[in-house]
């Protein structure tokens, strides 16, 4: 099994940054893509931010400039650098990740999910 830990997440007042992590552990033979995810009140769960093993980066036209998604493949662990924090970037955020097996297969773990709240 496969367990995804994030930690990072908080109350923050607008313009401030936080930066969140989720690290992977267990039967992990390699990763392909991670990537944060949040979900606010009555709201659908939406893409932050992705990276590939490789380093490629996507972003959510809402986050461009102001969040930077970055991975430490040698600890399994995804970052996001969240910086001029708005009060409309307030949700829960979801880290996810493509875990490869050694025998070849793959499965789409997520994480438990942080708080993320921006109010002054």
């Known amino acids: 099994q496969v367990q995804l830990v994030e930690s990072g997440g908080g109350l923050v007042q607008p313009g401030g940054s936080l930066r969140l992590s989720c690290a992977a552990s267990?039967?992990?033979?390699?990763?392909?893509?991670m990537g944060w995810y949040r979900q606010a009140p009555g709201k659908q769960r939406d893409l932050v931010a992705a990276i590939t093993s490789g380093g490629s980066t996507n972003y959510a036209d809402s986050v461009k400039g102001r969040f930077t998604i970055s991975r430490d493949n040698a600890k399994n662990t995804v970052y996001l650098q969240m910086n001029y924090l708005k009060p409309e970037d307030t949700a829960v955020y979801y880290c996810?990740?493509?875990?490869?097996?050694?025998?070849?297969?793959?499965?789409?773990?997520w994480g438990q999910g942080t708080q993320v709240t921006v109010s002054s």
């Open positions: 267990g039967n992990v033979f390699s990763i392909y893509g």
């Open positions: 996810n990740a493509d875990i490869r097996y050694s025998d070849g297969t793959s499965e789409r773990y």
